[in-house]
């Protein structure tokens, strides 16, 4: 596959921006090789400035699971754009979505628009200080929550590619009411609870993509919600990931375990920026302007966000089964590497929660970071560059998940397990 273009527009963009990149993971470092150079993308399929297609299973990292440039997406956008971009006004756009999602979710009452993931969850954890007065946090090591300072510790995504959890530049004094535990290990919890009386929350992702597809077990999460009632602390899940991509009604219709505050993000954006947090009257109340907790954004809430937002809940609305069509086609993708790669020796760990796929070349199960990281990443490199050079288009990095979209056929499923077929082969044969 011939990528000079990609590679001649890299070198220029590192001389301007660091990296290259907007976002540290698409700088394939922990892969190797040059981050192609994206011109468009259609339906399934991603162009890049040589000219080159590949199937799409990163899909912005979440957000478009109705795939590139999805017709009612699109013509919602470009209708919003006529209005005009925004106006630091409340609209009545932003009504109309928070009561799409507000529907997808017991656990919420309101809830409030934000541009990013990250904003969402720094605005959550806030919220959960303000709410019960305390200062300390409890994180798991491997799960990834933005980059806000104080939870930029033993963070995962790109974090955890980088080798490098807690980040240079997080004063000593940011991360101290940061407490760590490991995943899907309540005993680790506990001792969290044990080693300080005045924590505000657990922050969570139920389904774990950055560290790869890792799912809490239920069990677990049940227990985390007893430990959080028993000592008076919110439960915070995290789905800015997961939310619209393992179920519509989140993961609390998948265990349930209702969390006291969720975090939203990607697909609520249908591909525009858009982070949301959202809790139970009584929680949300606490924020300004009625409340006291401050939080703001001069494009919070931004219409033609919304509207794209809104077409994609819509989608949803309209035929929440989607998620368990995607979940079957991932399964299979997922199913057939597998297979493909053990004809040549290679053993994969792989699991699915609707639209999302992991996998780990590991010769165990993998159930926390620390599992994650004995997977062999040399391996992976070798994976997604014979499978990008095949036209099939993985997440650069073993510490993120994979992504099954609407417009992802059966046919072009089977094409990539057949391709991956090709690779092991190549990469066996060396
Ligand atoms: P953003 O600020 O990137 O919109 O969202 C942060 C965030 C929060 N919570 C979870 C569970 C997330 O997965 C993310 C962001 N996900 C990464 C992908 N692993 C974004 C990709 C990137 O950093 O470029």
Redesign the pocket.
Known sequence: MNTQASQKAFEEAQTLIPGGVD?P??AFKSVGGTPIFITEGKGAYLKDVDGNEYVDYVQS?GPLLFGHRNESIEAAVIEAVKHGLSFGAPTLAETELAKLVIGFFDSIDKVRFVS???EA?MSAIRLARGFTGRDDIVKFTGC???HSDALLVEAG??AATFGNPSSPGVPADFTKHTLLAQYNNIESVKKCFADSKEIACVII?PIA??MGLVPADKDFLHELRKLCDENGALLIF?E??SGFRASVNGVESITGVKPDIV?L?KVIGGGMPV?AFGARSEIMNMLSPDGPVYQAGTLSGNPVAMAAGYAALTKLKQNARVISVLNDRASRLVNGMREAASKYGITMQTDTRGSMFGFFFNEREVKNFQDATRSDAELFAKFHAGMLNEGFYFACSLY?TGFISTAVTDEMVENTIAASEKVFKEIKNG
């Open positions: 976002s993971v698409r990292w990013s993931g990250t969850v990834y929550h933005g995504s790109g992702e993509g950055n995290d800015v990931m975090t993000g982070g993120e």
